[in-house]
Each structure stands twice: as structure tokens, then as C-alpha cells.
């Protein structure tokens, strides 16, 4: 772009800062508009922003940290270790107990931090008492300020500069709540570069600086005299980023939207249920190692919710301890209603397909759930406390192992994985189990667990007809849909990551 053509672009906000600029030379918003030539920073602020991308102008920042007390009363008071010296230096050696009622409401742990911290005391155990006394270090600040005492005593006077300061100081001091505050101050100044110099000996006159021609504007007469902005297509502008979907939102719709052509109906339950809905009905005994505080939140409120159903108790109890009539032995031992009612988070979804069959136990049934479950889980690359499980049930007079595999099969090609194996598993309450593999990158990845529900599941229901029933994993699935590696990427409120995505 010529000069002529950037000229005839200028803004009459453009052409008033080139012309102030001229006059000034270099300066801030500040002194133009104390000066009078602007009345706001934020309108010199545009136009030197539009003027520095044109090539016509300079701004250059520079910016300042200072810090002041926040906490004034430090200054009279003193810092807890400054008290704590003087109290152990007038006693020559105090017990922990003592200093606690010398500076109460927790100062007394405060100041055995700093002191010990700092190395001007010492704690040892004489008796069954722990006694705390002062190194040489801390009897030499007897009778002279510490570094951050004398820091602080020229903050209570005025502001300090970062450069006038020691960082580890400085540190310390931000690390203890409230003591001190941060200011930071920018400074700008605008200049003009040669091409703007240019632009001035081009010769700038100021006129009304039209970019929209209107009814009011010709009807006056003052087109005439106005100055008609050129547009320049090439300019910088933002960019607009239509409202769009989360992408897993995107394959959550998706997945719906397999399962209900494939005749299936959603269902849910809540979050919040009693053990023997999640672990019992299902056979998990009440030793297994998935009932651990480990692995399983329990709630403090409510801390057990209470089953009415008594007769379905009952059936149960039998099933664990001696298997119910089902041709099971059971688990044996002593079945617990107590811990049976302890409340926890769901750590499956299962929950929701076992409580559709307490209700609906006569085929026909396809029923799926896509919703959130909950384990005690640590967060790395691979694993979150609340993730997400797609599971679903199928209750058919002829349902079969084969028909279980077809399905699994249909749904993960459906969803683009074409190469689906399958492998033998074990799991509480399904028999015969199986795991679902895909190939992706050249590798066999594990996506989830399936098999036909047991009868010490299905019995106390009755239950008549094979229930298939599968479990899948929905983040890893996204995972490895989008080749991403680490499960917490899929949560982070990333937005420019966000506006990017191009997923459908």
C-alpha cells in the first residue's frame, strides 16, 4: 500500500494524534490529553493503535511494580516472630504452651514458623514438654530490625519500586495474607516513525471524518465539507467466532443419535444412591475391594439412605450369602444391611439399567445412558475423579452372545472404527464378559467391558430372558476419536482452542 492510499484511510482521530505527534513530539496519553488536544486516553489509546499497525506511529511500554502496607497495624503491633523474641528472650527459654497464651489466635504458630524459618530458635523436648530457645542469630535482632522489619517501616511511609526491594524478601512478605499490596503501573509514549513524518509533510487537514454517508447528512449540506474515509479491506480487524457446540457435547449428540437409530430409548437415575443399589443388587460382595474409601466416594450427608423395599432385601441377603436359589453358592459369610445402606456417589451406570429392570422386567428392552459416574480416582493423563460412561441394556426372548457382539460391533462402527476385537474378561455380574477393542494408530486399544447379566443379578426381578449389557468409556472414546493424549485436555475452557475446533 502507497502513502496516497494509507492517507486517504486515515480517521480524523488518525490525522488529529499525527498532527498533535508533530507538535509534541514524543509523549503519552496522559500529557495530550492534560494538554487538551484529547479528551480521553482511550481515544488516543485507538487511534495510536491504528496508526502503529499503518506503520505511521510507535508505542512503546514500559511498566512498574511497586508495593505498599496493606496491613498498617504491623507497623505498631510487630510481625509475630518480633514478639515471640522478646517474650522468649525475657524468660531465656518458654515452652510452646506458654507462647500459645502470649500470642494467641494461632500468632504463636505463626511466629514458631518464621522463627524457625529464619533460624533464631531453636525447639527441643525436655520432659514431656517441648521448649523453644533463641539462637544467636535471633539474639542478635534483639536490638536491631530483621531485613523484612526495616522493608516494611519504608512501605508504611511510601511506595517501594520492585528495584529498590530484595525478590526474596518481597516473596515472603506476599506469602503471608494481606501484609503487603502490589501496584503496578504502566507508562506509554507514542512517537511518530518516518513514514508518519511523511504523512505530516503530505500535508493533514482536518475535516469531519465520515465512514457512513445518511439521510441527515446530505440533506444538510454538510457532505460537502466532510472528509469520506477510504476503506481498506486489507486492515487488521478481529475475528468473529460463531456460538458453537463444546466438542464433547458434539460426540455426545452423536452417540444419542446412534443409539435411538438403533431403537434404543435413553434413561437416567441420580447421582446419589444407597450402596445396595450400586454394588449389592448387582452381586459385588461386601468385601470387594471396589467398596474401599479408596476408590469409592461415601457422603457424610446423608450418610446412609434407607431401603423399603424389604421383600427385595431379602432376596439379596439370600443370593449373597447362599445364592437364593439361583444355582449359586453365593459369596457365603454374613450379608450387612448397614453397609448396604451407606450412601455413595455412583461409581457406575449399571445403577440406572438395574433399577429400569426392577420396573420393567418383560422384553422387549433397549435401553442406554450417557451420564456422569464418580471415583476415587487420582487425576493424571489417563484418569479423572468424574467422567462419563456410555452403558446400555438389550432384554430379548432370544438374546445371545452373538447378538451382544453384533451390537457392540454396530455401534463402534457407526462411530468410524471399523477393526472391532473382541476378548474374553471377567466382571461381577456378568457371565460370560467380554472387553471391546479397537484398532487405532496401528494399536489395539481397550474402550470398554460387556456380557450377559448373571442370574444372581437378574433373578430377584424375575427376570426370565438373557440381558445383554455393556459398559463403554466416553472420554476415552473422545480420546482416541481426536488423538488427544491427555484426559484433562478435554475439560480445560481453552477458548481460542475452542473457537479453532472444527469437530462436527
Do not use: C
Request: no cysteine; aromatic share 8%; glycine share 8%.
Amino acid at each position: 500500500m502507497n502513502t496516497s492510499e494509507i492517507y486517504e484511510g486515515l480517521s480524523h482521530n488518525e490525522k488529529r494524534l499525527l498532527l498533535v505527534l508533530n507538535e509534541m513530539g514524543t509523549t503519552s496519553p496522559a500529557e495530550m490529553v492534560a494538554s487538551g488536544k484529547f479528551e480521553s486516553r482511550v481515544e488516543v489509546m485507538g487511534a495510536a493503535s491504528w496508526l502503529s499497525m499503518k506503520g505511521l506511529a510507535v508505542m512503546d511500554e514500559m511498566t512498574s511494580k511497586f508495593y505498599r502496607l496493606a496491613n498498617k497495624s504491623v507497623i505498631s503491633k510487630g510481625l509475630p516472630e518480633r514478639r515471640a523474641l522478646t517474650a522468649i528472650h525475657s524468660k531465656g527459654t518458654m515452652s510452646l504452651s506458654e507462647l500459645a497464651v502470649v500470642l494467641p489466635n494461632g500468632d504463636d504458630k505463626i511466629a514458631i514458623g518464621w522463627l524457625k524459618r529464619k533460624k533464631l530458635a531453636d525447639i527441643s523436648l525436655i520432659g514431656d514438654e517441648k521448649m523453644i530457645s533463641l539462637t544467636s542469630a535471633g539474639k542478635e535482632f534483639l536490638n536491631r530490625k530483621m531485613p523484612d522489619e526495616e522493608l516494611l517501616e519504608r512501605m508504611s511511609e511510601l511506595d517501594v519500586d520492585e528495584n529498590d526491594a530484595d525478590p526474596a524478601i518481597i516473596k515472603d512478605l506476599k506469602g503471608r495474607q494481606g501484609m503487603i499490596e502490589e501496584n503496578v503501573i504502566t507508562h506509554r509514549s507514542v512517537s511518530l516513525t518516518d513514514l508518519g513524518r511523511e504523512m505530516i509533510r503530505m500535508g493533514i487537514e482536518l475535516k469531519e471524518d465520515v465512514a457512513q454517508l445518511t439521510v441527515a447528512l446530505i440533506q444538510s449540506g454538510r457532505w460537502k465539507d466532510a472528509d469520506f474515509r477510504k476503506y481498506d479491506v486489507q486492515t487488521f480487524a478481529p475475528s468473529v467466532s460463531p456460538a458453537k457446540k463444546h466438542p464433547l457435547s458434539r460426540l455426545a449428540d452423536e452417540i444419542r443419535n446412534i443409539f435411538v437409530q438403533m431403537g434404543f430409548t435413553e434413561i437416567d437415575e441420580e447421582y446419589v444412591q444407597p450402596a445396595f443399589w450400586n454394588m449389592d443388587v448387582l452381586f459385588t460382595p461386601q468385601d470387594h475391594p471396589a467398596r474401599d474409601l479408596q476408590d469409592t466416594f461415601y457422603l457424610d450427608e446423608p450418610s446412609t439412605i434407607k431401603i423399603d423395599d424389604r421383600e427385595l432385601v431379602k432376596r439379596i441377603k439370600d443370593i449373597h450369602e447362599t445364592g437364593g436359589g439361583t444355582g449359586s453358592t453365593g459369596w457365603g459369610g454374613k450379608w450387612s444391611l448397614e453397609k448396604a445402606e451407606q450412601a455413595l456417589l455412583r461409581t457406575h451406570t449399571t445403577i440406572n439399567t438395574i433399577k429400569h429392570l426392577s420396573r420393567t422386567p418383560d422384553p422387549p428392552i433397549k435401553v442406554f445412558s450417557l451420564s456422569r459416574i464418580f471415583r476415587n480416582e487420582s487425576i493424571d493423563a489417563t484418569h479423572l475423579p468424574e467422567f462419563t460412561q456410555i452403558e446400555g441394556i438389550v432384554v430379548d426372548e432370544r438374546g445371545n452372545f452373538d447378538m451382544l457382539i453384533s451390537l457392540i460391533k454396530g455401534f463402534y462402527g457407526m462411530m468410524g472404527f471399523d477393526k472391532v476385537r473382541i476378548r474374553p474378561a471377567y466382571f461381577p455380574y456378568t457371565e460370560p464378559s467380554l472387553e471391546v477393542e479397537v484398532l487405532f494408530n496401528g494399536k489395539w486399544m481397550e474402550l470398554g467391558g460387556a456380557g450377559i447379566f448373571r442370574p444372581e443379578v437378574v433373578a430377584p426381578f424375575g427376570v426370565k430372558y438373557p440381558v445383554l449389557a455393556w459398559g463403554f468409556g466416553f472420554e476415552r472414546l473422545a480420546m482416541l476419536k481426536w488423538n488427544i493424549r491427555d484426559i484433562r485436555d478435554l475439560y480445560v475452557s481453552d477458548m481460542d482452542l475452542l473457537k479453532k475446533n472444527t469437530i462436527f
